[in-house]
């Protein structure tokens, strides 16, 4: 088969690869769709230790091409969405339903063989039916770039309606972070973003303004102003800068739900403030498979419009030119069978 291999920082390349086989309790997929996430980028440019020989890509959709020994349930032709990661499935977490917290997760793309190639096998407890409505390249990004902003708004964040939002970084995730955030009936919702082109691609979603924190003196105090009286904040750029300009615009009891993933250390705000105003901050971390077919329900039910969810869909030959550029709002989408 072909596969999109990383072979060194800055190196991503198009090989011949062995077919994989399903072992017990796998199904084989042939690929149908693999959403190029930011993660990808920092994969191919050598910032996370992947060993050279992996297969990237994490948010696949794929039809079912063989089933292993002791799977039941599953049938050859079915299409399905596969969860990111293996999980153990016997740690507290993934007992607990919480598979996104497992205490020693397999990531597709990074701990084992990912999606940026024409077949892969998976075990059968981490794929989710596509539902019929729902296009392949969709499907496939479904798994991240809107479950994770689901989760966070959702499940870690509770959003309630009539809210004041506000969304810290509107790439990918964060973009769909504004879908989600009007969906559930958001008050008002502020993107904050230095990209011009981040901060359209947010207000295109629903965002009510977009900010740009580059262009203030003071933007903690110019955010505040602007997003009157923010009850949530969403951080998904991973910088200590970002997760401290949440914390600064959240108005008394209000919550900061931080995403993005980096090693600086933020700086919490005086004691006395922090603890005085009832402020919290709270980590979320991807999803879990429940809540990658509820988003899945969602958007077949017509409920969440993924209409520029997809910037383009491009050959797997295309791989390595499109690891090359930057991450944009709207997911590139690699397709294995053209």
């Known amino acids: 088969m072909k596969a999109l291999v990383y072979e060194g920082p800055g190196l991503l390349a198009l090989r011949e690869a062995a077919d994989p086989e399903p072992g017990a309790g796998e199904v084989l997929l042939d690929v149908l769709a693999a959403g190029v996430c930011g993660t990808d980028h920092h994969i191919v440019a050598g910032e996370l230790g992947v060993v050279p020989g992996t297969v990237p890509g994490h ?4 039809r079912i091409a063989a089933v292993g020994p002791d ?23 993934c007992l607990s339903g919480n598979q996104n917290r497992c205490v020693s997760p397999q990531g597709l793309g990074m701990a084992r ?6 077949r892969i096998a998976v075990p059968a407890r981490c794929v989710a039916p596509l539902p019929d409505p729902v296009s392949d390249a969709v499907g496939a990004i479904a798994t991240d770039a809107i479950a994770t902003p689901f989760h966070a708004l959702v499940s870690v964040g509770r959003i309630r309606p009539g809210e004041s939002v506000v969304v810290i970084g509107t790439g990918g995730l964060g973009m769909h972070a504004v879908l989600l955030a009007r969906m559930a009936g958001a008050g008002r919702i502020v993107a904050v973003d230095p990209s011009p082109g981040a901060r359209d691609a947010a207000l295109a979603a629903g965002a009510d303004a977009a900010f740009d924190p580059a262009a203030e003196e003071d933007p903690a105090r110019a955010l505040r102003a602007l997003a009157r009286g923010t009850t949530l904040a969403v951080e998904l750029v991973g910088r200590a800068a970002t997760v401290e300009l949440g914390l600064a615009t959240l108005a008394p009891g209000g919550r900061l739900v931080v995403v993005g993933v980096g090693t600086e250390q933020p700086r919490l705000p005086p004691l006395i403030r922090f603890i005085g105003t009832e402020v919290s901050v709270h980590g979320a971390f991807g999803s879990t498979l429940a809540e990658i077919e509820t988003v899945l329900g969602l958007i077949a039910a017509g409920r969440l419009d993924v209409s520029r969810s997809v910037g383009r869909i491009v050959p797997l030959d295309k791989g390595p ?18």
Do not use: K
Request: proline residues 8%.
């Open 59 to 62: 948010e696949i959709c794929g």
């Open 321 to 338: 030119a499109v690891l090359r550029e930057p991450a944009a709002p709207a997911r590139t989408v690699l397709d294995p069978t053209t």
């Open 113 to 118: 063989q990912g999606g940026f190639a024409e």
């Open 71 to 93: 799977v039941a349930g599953w049938e050859a032709g079915t299409r399905v969405v596969s969860y990111g990661q293996v999980t153990c499935e016997a740690c507290p977490a």
